[in-house]
């Protein structure tokens, strides 16, 4: 079977009411800050990761940025992320004046390797005062960032073992994983307060928002005060503190109400085209796939395939219109934070990022598609 269509890598899928929830919103005028589309979205995605409140932001990396401020993350402080992940978790980091302290990925799960991570903060940090603080050169480590790449998680058992016996606030990065559960629990539930995305290659998009979620209700209001440029009086332009302009659009939130009604039937559909992939991939040339821990159930968000024939499948599959991209390039190899602080032994981000690439997984990709997308790999490298 020949490919005559482009076939993306993930794309919003625009199924339900959203068009109905949007004209809503444009008949009645309410298509800005204020809004009941607002407000349910943020709360269905709370409901949703099991969370009692959400607060909804103009994209995941605004949600970083006031949740790490909220955690208390001040100027020169270190923030622990992983080397392998978006830029957007570190530059929500930089927009604090903190810097992140990089530890590398673990080899099989792509997620932040937790023997460097316990090694680390054994050996490497000295507490004082009820303050971390990286004993080389004595600042302060203000916060943990896991990210959960890909959809899927680290054990986190024994992550939040690790952290608790440090006075370390974590914020789960958990944009790429609504829908992931770890032993039963939510993907957002392992932090007080855990950041959605909604862009477009997330599994349901608004276009660009973000969504904070909390059991805090103290939290909860701080963080929605922040997204409001913190106007604290109803009838005058009176603000308390230095705010933001980070609410999501009524208009957009109407898109999110209709995707979020559709999210269970989006993670099926990923989790179908997982299957599909793993079964017919499997033993195909030197193809790995991420690994996935008992008890992690991932929302399969992007399939991303090993294999050290990398340039040559991507050059294939791109130049048979099948959409596919390399691994981000870990944060040590960005000129913004090629002077961080890197915890490694082997560099396995960069093995990672030189192996890796990520295959079509929209909800919308049809049977024939995923079809055609195997068969050029198996042509290209097979
Ligand atoms: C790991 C990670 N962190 C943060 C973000 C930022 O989200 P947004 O694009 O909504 O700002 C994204 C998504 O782009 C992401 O994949």
Known sequence: MSNEKFIALSLPNI????????????DTGWISSVGSYVTQFEQMVADFAGAKYGVAAVNGTAALHI?????????????????LTFVASANSIKYLGADPLLIDADPNLWQMDL?????????????????LFYIKDGRRIGAIMPVHILGNMCDMDRFLSIVKKYPLPIVEDATESLG??????????????????????????????????????????????LTTTAKASADEYYHDEVGYNYR???????????????????????????????????????????????GVETNGWLFTIQTDKQQQLLDHLN??????????????????????????????????????????SSTSITDEELTIVVDEIKAAIG
């Open 67 to 83: 949740s790490l401020l909220l955690s208390g993350v001040k100027q020169h402080d270190y923030v622990i992320l992983p080397n």
């Open 248 to 294: 999501l659009v009524n208009v957009l939130a109407a898109i999110g109400v209709g995707q979020m009604e559709l999210l269970p039937s989006f993670i099926k559909r990923k989790k179908e085209c997982v299957a599909f992939y793993k079964k017919e991939l499997t033993g195909v040339a030197d193809i790995r796939f991420q690994q996935e821990l008992p």
């Open 180 to 225: 992931t559960t770890y032993k039963g629990v939510s993907a957002g539930k392992f932090s007080p307060l855990a950041c959605f995305s909604f862009n477009g290659n997330k599994i349901i998009s608004t276009g660009g928002g973000g969504v904070i979620v909390t059991d805090d209700e103290a939290l909860a209001k701080h963080a929605k005060h």
């Open 15 to 26: 199924a339900g009411n959203e068009w109905k929830y949007v004209k809503d919103c444009l």
């Open 115 to 131: 023997d460097l991570l316990e090694e680390f903060l054994e050996n490497e940090t000295d507490e004082k005062d009820g303050y």
């Open 319 to 360: 130049k048979n219109k099948i959409l596919s991209r390399r691994f981000w390039m870990p944060m040590n190899k960005l000129p913004m934070y090629k002077d961080c602080v890197y915890v490694q032994k082997k560099d396995n981000s960069d093995y990672i990022y030189n192996t890796c690439l990520s295959i079509p």
